[in-house]
């Protein structure tokens, strides 16, 4: 038998993608070429382009019809220890050459196999399918027979081969106008429910067919009259030959990709709103891929198109007198970029690259400063995207303006948000300055970058001059920004009243607090000795003087940060600067009554009881002992008077019994942790030893104090232990990643965060698959039905999040750092367990009743 | 740029006919709304008559057939447990016209916190997506992020009858007469189609209950003996009462709603006052656990497969029903195909009102009224801190599992035994029902009610995207 011809192998440049979790991995970058064994064994092999000599990939050709050619570029197949693979190529005749090539090794060892005698199965896979040739008096029976053939997998493939050999979706759509002149509702929707069952066969090619120039306008056409709704006539056709809604701002010369970015919004279309209901798992997730390949290839080659971004920029010089188009090119970048953040990490970068040497900070700088809010809302859309790609690199270009003394763009930003009118504009500039100034913002995209492309990450190192610390840039925003960012608060200083705020004061202050508690979090020491020597303690006191109520409430999330950092510093200046004469204003304005203000004083001061913080205990008690005593509503007030008196009292044997049992139980961080929301971590985190050096250099003059940051656990909190597994633990990452993504159900909801997530800025260490990771896996991606598991949290930690979901509150703390908590180990309870007993009831148990019975009599 | 008044009207129009209002005035709403709900605490008292409500998902239109089901507002007190977005393709449109009505009718309609309300949650599911489609900027979607900070956490509905006022609604087709109770008995339990017609009636007390516990309780999908009416429902779900027959007192305690469940570190309903719920829905903790946790058949707390808050057994439930003088526990977060399902002798019922969830799951929806004590002589509300010495022991009683009726581990030694054995005497006996101080659930009419009929809408579809350059 013949041997089958090698493939010309010249250099066919091919990404290796394997599916991981659901996710697909990027095995590496490298050239492919198919080799013939032997007789009957033919392979495929990827060499590595940045080391030759090592195989991103060696698979054997197997004759089992597993193979796909999706699109022009892609192949994917399932290996034969079940994993889910996948080839993109850069050109499509490299595709095709391997695509040839497994063609004919699969038949040439098919029909080996005949030989052989052994054929299974082939027999049956090929049964072929005839449907008559479609008139508006056959439908019926059109319909059956799909039906039937339908049911079985062999027979959807029949089918599918069929419809495409015979071109039979053209022969349809004429029946469709036939039978709107007829005005035969039924055969309209017998054409509709035949339209749906081909598309639902979830062949990629009928798919992709489907969507082309020449036959869009008749299926969305057949589509339009859903038997499910016989009254309702939808409008499609209307809607996609509306060819206004495509905006080209700067010609794309290339038809293929305009093409394709017609064709990606039809099937967008048909995703949303044609198909949005009847929709399966298995066809939502081939649309998805199709879109994601598209936008990849769209995206790709526009980037790399000098002379197309160079027109795209230049919109943006003086020459360019419209001002509508300046406008549209912001959209048109914005798009870009929200495409962008579902690339691999170094296509991505290389994008944000191009887009940068082409003045992508001055387009942002001048969206920023557009009149119209769309505009402003998009270019602060771009810097987000900017800043959680790389916040490094941002950040280096602002040093670099600060160092050629133009303006940098924190001073922009910082400038916009004080007079921004548009509130939610306001919003998300705040956002952007967190973002900015997050230290932990860096490290998920040069990490990712690192894993996915060493060379790359060297090349980008060698391009940014002296890669400036994170450290240095936040300093330098201490030493020139942020006084200007928070004058305002300054200003507030011999204010009379604050009864006259305006919403536009009273939004700004509530940015600029829950900015300042972001910063006492994530920049201890420097925002400490700044707020120290600005003063803003007293100030943000100050606004809990005015009537709106949720300003109040955010000034004392203030205080609230401050002392659950567990830091003497901040404790004293409270104490200092008598702050909690406004808190205690709050309490007593608001009990006994129950609402959020009251609750939220209420749990202030538990947790400065539970935590006993003794520096704020004592200066409480002793100031303001009798009014406290007066606060019978709840018991916390008496508890903190008794905690004061059992520290200050020589303990009798049975008090010094009852005192350790309740401080030691009742005191440990982890449970505050749990208590409100888990932002223990982070405070504690925080304290590190530069900073303690820091403390100890300028300021180690009183020792009366607990020391500076209580460490987290006396005895007491040790058996949450093994419920819950945090991330500060180090070494178990692993269990938690195995944790994590064994669930089946990470799968479902990748999709959706994929196409729109932006990098995580992750503070733990463990390597976890970011949502830049492409293609969607073929089959199972969603899981409607089921619903109550898909909601799992463990779910969207894994899918990275927003960032921006987890700023804007400014409890959010340690958005995904702590996210990890709630991976819960496996095997440590099985919930069954009669006999053993649940864990976290024998801790809490003995926690509470320990600290009342303590506390009780 | 004001909304109120006639203007809150005309967006509550247009909003019922699922058209969005424009940014500005979503602002407005939100921050009206929030003034609102600052002023509510933790956990918000609520008077019966009110009508309870488990998730939505964005399906206007079915949210518009509970309204025809169940009574408008403001005729009708209304009662959301939370998840009101994401999923279905009208999140906005069904969320600002529940806050719409929040802020014109504060009293008749009370809102708490699902675990969809939240920015993580809805960045994945649908919500955040929605609002960039609809209004092009994740603007709307802040402010209504916002607004769901300041959502309570749960209710406590107080002054519900124990037996309900007979309805003289028609009987639904196919009913079984002689299973209905006597015309003069009090009714605990009824089931009302989306037509209003009865399919199903229970007395309290009634030894003629041979229907209804007949029902296997552990397979609530079971088709029901009764009533296999039009719209595919009986009772079940009413795994009712074979231990509630108690006397017919009119003492039947508070009703506590939350969106998931109960959490291992809130064993008083007070104790969820002390938390600061202005925030983010943490990832643990007692919050989170509010709005995340499941009831299951298991003996005390275990680990939630979701990832997040825990599983809870009927000892759990009927230790904390019984401290804290509840008669049942009202709760949403699972899908039931029934729309409704009582659990652990009716201590606890799930409240679906979501039907055909996500336009395919093909269950029913329901709601549950709980009517008005006219005797006035229902549960007077607890001032707050009159648990007052009975502190240790009645903690203590958490430790005790049903099945082996063992003391836990025995809790901190030393002060306050005397204490704890009457605690937990009293805990062991309602544990164990043994004896008439187990609450009276309240009466319960369900109302059971299909996806609202598709050609009364267009075709439920996402809105597509407007321009496009790429």
């Known amino acids: 038998m013949a041997l089958v011809p090698a493939p010309s192998n010249d250099r066919k440049r091919v990404k290796v993608y394997e599916l991981k979790n659901n996710d697909w991995f990027d095995r590496g970058t490298g050239f492919c070429k198919g080799v013939v064994v032997s007789q009957d064994e033919a392979k495929i092999l990827v060499a590595s382009e940045d080391d030759p000599t090592r195989q991103l990939l060696e698979t054997k050709i197997s004759k089992d019809d597993g193979y796909q050619k999706q699109q022009d570029t892609l192949i994917v197949w399932t290996e034969q220890n079940g994993t889910d693979m996948a080839l993109s190529f850069q050109e499509p005749e490299g595709c095709a050459g391997i695509w040839d090539f497994v063609n004919e090794v699969q038949s040439r060892l098919q029909a080996l196999a005949q030989d052989d005698g052994l054929s299974d199965d082939i027999g049956e896979s090929v049964n072929p399918i005839m449907l008559p040739l479609p008139e508006l008096g056959n439908l019926h029976e059109i319909e059956n027979h799909m039906r039937a053939a339908n049911t079985t997998p062999g027979g959807r493939e029949a089918l599918a081969k069929f419809i495409l050999s015979q071109d039979y979706i053209p022969k349809l759509i004429p029946l469709v106008e036939m039978a709107e002149d007829l005005e035969s509702a039924s055969d309209l929707h017998r054409l509709c429910s035949i339209m749906k069952m081909l598309i639902l066969l979830n062949d990629t090619a009928i798919i992709e067919y489907v969507v082309t120039d020449d036959v869009v306008i008749g299926v969305v056409g057949a589509l339009e009259y859903d038997p499910d709704f016989p009254l309702h006539k939808a409008n499609h056709r209307q809607y996609l030959s509306d060819e206004s809604r495509f905006k080209e701002v700067v010609k794309i010369e290339e038809q293929a990709i305009r093409k394709k970015i017609h064709y990606t919004y039809r099937l967008q279309y048909l995703k949303d709103v044609v198909l949005a209901r009847i929709l399966d798992d298995p066809t939502f997730s081939v649309l998805n891929s199709l879109i994601f390949f598209h936008q990849v290839d769209i995206v790709q080659h526009l980037q790399a198109n000098g002379a197309f971004l160079k027109e795209l920029f230049g919109i943006f010089g003086a020459e360019e007198r419209d001002l509508q188009r300046k406008k549209d090119a912001v959209l048109f970048i914005q798009q870009c970029c929200a495409i962008a953040k579902s690339l691999q990490v170094s296509a991505r970068a290389q994008l944000y690259q191009n887009f940068i040497n082409n003045g992508l900070l001055d387009v942002i700088q001048y969206a920023l400063r557009h009149h119209d809010a769309s505009v402003r809302v998009a270019g602060t859309d771009i810097l987000v995207a900017l800043i959680d790609h790389d916040a490094l690199m941002v950040r280096s270009k602002i040093f670099q303006a600060i160092q050629e003394k133009t303006k940098p763009l924190t001073d922009t930003l910082i400038e916009l948000l004080l007079i921004e009118v548009d509130l939610g504009v306001k919003a998300q500039m705040a956002d952007a300055i967190k973002i900015l100034l997050d230290p932990n913002a860096n490290s998920a995209s040069i990490e990712a970058l690192g894993r996915t492309n060493s060379d790359f990450l060297a090349k980008v190192r060698g391009t940014l001059p002296a890669m400036p610390q994170t450290d240095n840039f936040i300093q330098s925003f201490y030493d020139e920004s942020a006084r200007k960012l928070f004058q305002p608060l300054k200003d507030l200083e011999g204010r009379k009243t604050m009864d006259n705020l305006s919403i536009q004061e009273v939004s700004l202050y509530s940015h600029l607090v829950e900015v300042l508690c972001f910063f006492i979090r994530q920049h201890s020491f420097r925002s400490k000795y700044f707020i120290l020597s600005e003063g803003l303690g007293a100030r943000v006191a100050q606004l809990m003087d005015c009537p709106e109520k949720h300003l109040k409430l955010t000034s004392l999330k203030y205080f609230r940060t401050c002392i659950g950092l567990h830091d003497d510093f901040h404790n004293r200046q409270i104490i200092q600067h008598h702050l909690f004469e406004p808190i205690l204003k709050i309490l007593f304005d608001t009990m006994p009554r129950d609402n959020l203000l009251n609750s939220a004083c209420l749990e202030l001061f538990e947790f400065i009881k539970r935590e006993n913080i003794k520096i704020i205990v004592t200066h409480l008690v002793e100031t303001y002992r009798e009014k406290l005593a007066a606060i019978t509503y709840v018991d916390t007030f008496q508890s903190l008077i008794l905690r004061y008196d059992q520290m200050h009292e020589p303990p009798t044997t049975q008090e010094l019994e009852n005192s350790f049992t309740s401080v030691d139980s009742d005191t440990p961080a982890r449970n505050v942790g749990i208590m409100n929301g888990g932002r223990w971590g982070q405070a504690l985190k925080d304290a590190d030893a530069e900073e303690e050096a820091y403390l100890n250099g300028s300021d180690d003059d009183d020792d009366d104090g607990l020391p500076s940051a209580v460490k987290p656990v006396l005895n007491g909190a040790s058996p949450v232990r093994p419920l819950v597994s945090y991330p500060d633990d180090e070494g178990d990452d692993d269990d938690m990643d195995i944790l994590a993504t064994s669930a089946p159900l990470v799968s479902p909801h990748n999709i959706s965060s994929a196409t729109q997530t932006q990098e995580t800025p992750v503070t733990s260490p463990s390597p976890k698959p970011t949502g830049a990771t492409p293609p969607e896996r073929i089959s199972e991606k969603r899981r409607r039905e089921e619903d109550e598991e898909d909601e799992l949290l463990a779910n969207i930690s894994n899918s990275s999040t927003k960032r921006r979901a987890s700023l804007s509150s400014n409890s959010s703390t340690a958005s995904t750092g702590s996210m990890q908590r709630l991976r819960r180990k496996p095997g440590i309870n099985s919930g069954k367990d009669n006999g053993g007993g649940p864990k976290k009831i024998s801790l809490s148990i003995p926690l509470k009743s320990g600290g009342e019975g303590g506390e009780g009599d | ?470």
């Open chain 2, 1 to 470: 740029m004001s909304i109120g008044g006639s203007d809150l009207d005309k967006a509550i129009t247009q909003l019922r006919a699922c058209r969005p209002i424009p940014e500005n005035q979503v602002r407005e709403l939100c921050y009206k709304a929030r003034e609102l709900l600052i002023e509510e605490g933790n956990v918000v008292g609520v008077d019966a008559p009110v009508t309870i409500c488990g998730d939505i998902h964005g399906q206007f239109h079915d949210l518009m057939e509970l309204f025809r089901v169940g009574g408008d507002v403001p005729e009708t007190n209304y009662l959301f447990m939370g998840d009101f977005v994401d999923r279905g393709f009208y999140s906005l449109e069904s969320f600002l016209l529940l806050l719409c009505l929040k802020v014109r009718y504060p009293d008749r309609i009370t809102l708490i916190r699902g675990n969809h309300e939240s920015r993580q949650i809805t960045t994945v599911y649908g919500f955040y997506d929605e609002c960039l489609r609809k209004y092009g900027s994740a603007n709307v979607w802040r402010y209504c992020c916002e607004v769901f900070d300041y959502l309570a956490l749960g209710a406590l509905v107080t002054g519900a009858a124990t037996s309900l006022s007979p309805t003289d609604g028609p009987l639904a087709e196919n009913i079984n007469i002689e299973n209905f109770p006597e015309a003069d008995a009090d009714i605990e339990i009824e089931t009302l189609n989306a037509n209003g017609e009865i399919m199903y009636r229970c007395a309290r007390n009634s030894d003629s209950q041979s229907s209804v516990t007949s029902q296997p309780n552990s397979n609530p999908a079971s088709s029901s003996p009764i009533a296999p009416t039009p719209s595919r429902v009986g009772a079940a779900g009413t795994g009712a009462t074979s231990s509630a027959n108690g006397s017919t007192r009119n003492d039947t305690g508070a009703i506590l709603c939350v969106h998931g469940g109960l959490s291992p570190l809130i064993d008083t309903i007070d104790k969820i006052r002390l938390l600061d719920r202005k925030q983010e829905v943490p990832h643990e903790g007692a919050m989170c656990d509010l709005l995340w946790s499941d009831p299951d058949e298991i003996d005390g707390w275990g680990l939630s497969p979701r990832g997040a808050g825990f599983l809870f057994g009927a000892d759990i439930v009927k230790c904390f029903n019984h401290k804290n003088d509840l008669s049942l526990i009202a709760r949403a977060h699972q899908l039931v195909m029934e729309g409704f399902k009582e659990m652990f002798d009716s201590t606890i019922v799930t409240v679906w009102s979501a039907p055909n969830y996500c336009y395919r799951c093909g269950n029913v929806a329901a709601i549950l009224e709980l009517g008005e004590d006219g005797s006035n002589a229902g549960y007077v509300r607890r001032s707050n801190g009159d648990q007052g010495g009975g502190g240790g022991g009645w903690i203590l009683g958490s430790n005790v599992g049903v099945g082996g009726v063992g003391i836990g581990n025995g809790g901190p030694t030393g002060g306050g035994n005397g204490n704890s054995v009457g605690g937990l005497n009293r805990r062991l006996s309602s544990v164990l029902g043994e004896s008439g101080r187990t609450r009276e659930g309240p009466g319960r009419r369900y109302r059971v009610f299909e996806a609202a009929p598709q050609d009364s809408r267009g075709m439920p579809a996402k809105k597509p995207v407007a321009d496009y350059f790429l």
